[in-house]
């Protein structure tokens, strides 16, 4: 589809692009808003969906948002535009994280983000095991680019770098099982089958617990989930970080991470992300390892395996100020 008008149709397209990126426990912490004088969209952050103990500094809370910044762009290149980003554009609405600006036609070398169209709608976590097949190297490439591709960095572990990463994991994992107050937070945001609410983790998108106790998924202690599988013995991790970390930088990470997403469901590879880590500030600067100086921002899990369970969306026809004028 092309198309350089910005009505009704295209809008819907944008935004429907925009809020099916990933956000921490599915908060989906945006807000979106179309100036139609200057044709760019505003994303905002809609700070009344965080997670004060999970997420105190709201880091994931900005990957989230960069994340659909990112959606935003490929819809926004697929219609026919060159997106135009600007990061925190003001210091006077801290708010505002981000513009895109649909400047355009698309020239002869279109933005190579419109090619990921697609993958927005086929992206699911998958919380499930994977069969334990090696995704192939040239695939782990393109991940790895589109990272870079963003401003960020993707590493991908030999086996004794891997096994480090899930026991610091494994190490978030127990420190959160054991924290009542955080555990409460957490299942705040779950829901449960016949529950009227676009927000939050569905229960039935959840996965099971690993019997082997191999990989550590997030424990949401509900009595509702899966019962206990094995998991694949070989795990393909890679780890998402950033020279620094700075809110711009949270931004960019969000960006990276989508598109990394996006990349792999293009080469039908499945993935998860593993948080826990990143939520303790000492279990956090330990994933750097200890020669190098990065900020690791999130663990990706992927390989292949079942589709996951969807998780709902808000419709875009009520989210706040998301029409022409609105």
């Known amino acids: 589809m092309q198309t350089r ?36 969209v505003e994303v905002r952050v809609d700070r009344n969906r965080s997670l004060p103990l999970t997420d105190p500094e709201r880091r994931a809370q900005f990957l989230s948002v960069g994340a659909a910044v990112l959606n935003l762009r490929v819809a926004a290149a697929h219609l026919g535009w060159t997106p135009v980003v600007r990061l925190l554009p003001t210091v006077d609405d801290p708010t505002l994280l981000a513009t895109v600006q649909l400047a355009g036609p698309v020239g002869e070398a279109p933005d190579p983000v419109a090619g990921l169209y697609d993958a927005i709608e086929r992206r699911h976590t998958s919380r499930m095991p994977f069969t334990g097949r090696p995704v192939p190297d040239p695939v782990v490439a393109d991940m790895i680019g589109a990272a870079r591709a963003e401003g960020a960095q993707l590493d991908v572990p030999d086996i004794i770098g891997t096994r480090r990463l899930l026991r610091l994991t494994q190490a978030a994992e127990a420190r959160n099982a054991t924290h009542p107050e955080r555990a409460a937070e957490t299942r705040t945001w779950l829901t449960t089958p016949g529950a009227d609410s676009a927000y939050g983790i569905p229960v039935t998108a959840l996965g099971p617990r690993d ?85 690791p921002q999130l663990l990706i899990r992927f390989g292949y395996g079942p589709e996951g369970g969807r998780t709902p969306r808000a419709a875009t026809a009520r989210t706040p100020r998301a029409v022409p004028g609105g």
Do not use: Y
């Not at 935004?15 to 599915?26: D, E, F, G, Q």
């Not at 191999?214 to 393909?236: I, N, S």
């Open 5 to 40: 008008e910005v009505d009704a149709t295209a809008v819907q397209a944008l935004l429907a692009a925009a809020v099916a990126a990933p956000s921490i426990h599915n908060t989906q912490p945006w807000r979106f808003r179309l100036d139609p004088d200057s044709r760019s």
């Open 211 to 295: 019997s082997s106790g191999h990989v550590p998924m997030r424990d949401f202690a509900t009595p509702l989930r899966l019962p206990a599988l094995r998991f694949e013995r070989h795990v393909q991790i890679a780890l998402l970080w950033t020279p620094r970390d700075r809110l711009g930088d949270w931004l960019r990470a969000g960006q990276a991470l989508e598109r990394v997403l996006l990349t792999a469901t293009v080469h039908g590879v499945r993935t998860s992300m593993l948080h826990q880590a990143m939520e303790w500030p000492d279990l956090r600067a330990a994933m750097s390892g200890p020669r190098r100086r990065c900020c």
